[in-house]
């Protein structure tokens, strides 16, 4: 390796270093940020704890990929010229389905577990929040494209009572929903219904500090 290629390396292998503390400064100071909205010791473990998990789920669908894409090939070929070599070889089908079939285990597993860690740690973070009512204003629609389906997000306006802020403020919350389950019914027809949600800020501005607690009047979507 010449000083110059040595040079390059260290380079590449200090900048490499430097995205890995990054992003691993990067998910610290997220999880603080999630920790610093509870109020109880109990309600920060937990935010921990599922934070953790759902990392875990995450490096079980990047080893899924790995599995699959790489391994399996790999393995396959090695195992086929191992086998040409001799008789008494590992099929080159264990290799390739093996490791194919590890990769879809480990993504069942990963999809699984970060889904219900990413659930378990929303209910966490919003734990100690206050719970208000507000009104459906308006429904916003992201069209979809392809396999894409149509999405939609709720704007709710619930005012504050008077002897929590003083001025009678409103807060505006931008609810993500989702897909539309309603059979091409559309959610626009909810606008207007009372619907409850639990938030960390009393700032009315914040949009994105909301969690869905269940429609008011207890029927539900219809």
Known sequence: MTEQQSEGWWRDHASMQGQ??????????????????????????????????????????????????????????????????????????????????????????????????????????????????????????????????TTYEFLILAELPDEETHTGAILRRRLYWGEDDSWGQGPERWIGRSIRFRHNTLDPDALYDVRFDGWADRAGPR
């Open 20 to 149: 890995g503390c990054r992003a691993r400064s990067s998910a610290r100071r997220q999880r603080e940020e999630w920790e610093s909205r509870a109020r109880t010791p109990q309600t920060r473990a937990d935010i921990r704890r599922w934070a953790r998990w759902e990392a875990v789920g995450l490096w079980l669908l990047l080893g899924s990929m790995f599995c699959v894409l790489i391994a399996a090939p790999i393995l396959g070929i090695g195992f086929g010229v191992w086998g040409a070599f001799d008789s008494g070889a590992p099929s080159w089908m264990w290799g390739l389905f093996g490791s194919a079939g590890l990769g879809i285990a480990m993504m069942t597993a990963g999809a699984i577990l970060s889904s219900h860690a990413k659930e378990r740690r929303m209910t966490a973070l919003y734990a100690d929040g206050q719970v208000s009512v507000g009104r459906l204003h308006e429904v916003f629609t992201h069209p979809g494209g392809g396999e894409d389906q």
